[in-house]
């Protein structure tokens, strides 16, 4: 299947800085992707549909001023979280769909990064 | 009501037996149906999809789907403590690019 890489996959900041992730996708062109954020014991909440070319849709209630997207290329999509504090902690993720290739519709992830904030 | 539900379990089966997950839906135009897995502080890895209403097997997975129902299933055949992990459910609707997750089934397989 398609590979999606995820980086970096733990961080721990203090309060008030920002953090930088990455998805990429390795073998795909990707014009959509999609960043979810997950809390303990709790579902996926998809959190903004990532455009290449054009600026992301933010689900309700997701301030886009404080998470930051950037799709710049085909292969490369930036989640920065700003001003990040300890309620941001959490498990991101990011998943893009290889529209050309055999596999559909579905829906590949990447690794996750586990984001701390002290 | 939400859009995707999912039992949160945990269900526990012992080693060697059938695993039968369910799930709901609230859109009634929803399209394509997954099931992915997910072990603790891993992200989801897909495992089946199922587009058209009856049943679809690959190995010891089975995905049944009712679209008149609302539902789809996911049977998990000769179960292993391996399979012991979160499973979720997720659906797409036609009008919609993205997939909505229901809230996970934990399934605890006991050797």
């Known amino acids: 299947g398609a590979v999606v890489s995820q980086h970096p996959s733990r961080v721990i900041c203090k309060s008030g800085t920002s953090v930088k992730i990455e998805c990429r996708s390795l073998?795909?062109?990707?014009?959509?992707m999609f960043w979810y954020r997950q809390f303990p014991k709790q579902s996926l909440m998809l959190m903004a549909t990532?455009?290449?070319?054009?600026?992301?849709?933010?689900e309700q209630g997701v301030e886009k001023d404080k998470f930051l997207i950037n799709h710049a290329s085909l292969t490369l999509s930036t989640l920065t979280v700003t001003s990040a504090h300890p309620e941001d902690s959490s498990f991101y993720i990011c998943?893009?769909?290889?529209?050309?290739?055999?596999?559909?519709?579905?829906?590949?992830f990447g690794s996750g990064t586990q984001l701390s904030v002290l | 009501q939400k859009e995707v539900e999912q039992n949160s379990g945990p269900l526990s089966v012992p080693e060697g037996a059938i695993a039968s997950l369910n799930c709901t839906y609230s859109?009634?135009?929803?399209?394509?149906f997954f099931w992915y897995r997910q072990y603790s502080g891993k992200s989801p890895e897909l495992i089946m999809f199922?587009?058209?209403?009856g049943d679809k097997e690959d190995g010891r997975f089975t995905a049944q789907l009712n679209k008149a129902s609302q539902y789809v299933s996911l049977l998990i055949r000769d179960s292993q403590p391996s399979d012991s992990a979160t499973y979720l459910c997720?659906?797409?609707?036609?009008?919609?690019?993205?997939?909505?997750f229901g809230g996970g089934t934990r399934v605890l397989v006991k050797p």
């Open positions: 998943s893009a769909r290889d529209r050309a290739g055999a596999s559909g519709e579905k829906l590949f």
């Open positions: 990532s455009n290449e070319g054009s600026k992301a849709t933010y």
């Open positions: 859109d009634r135009g929803s399209q394509s």
């Open positions: 997720a659906v797409r609707s036609a009008a919609g690019n993205k997939l909505t």
């Open positions: 073998d795909f062109q990707a014009t959509t």
């Open positions: 199922i587009y058209s209403n």
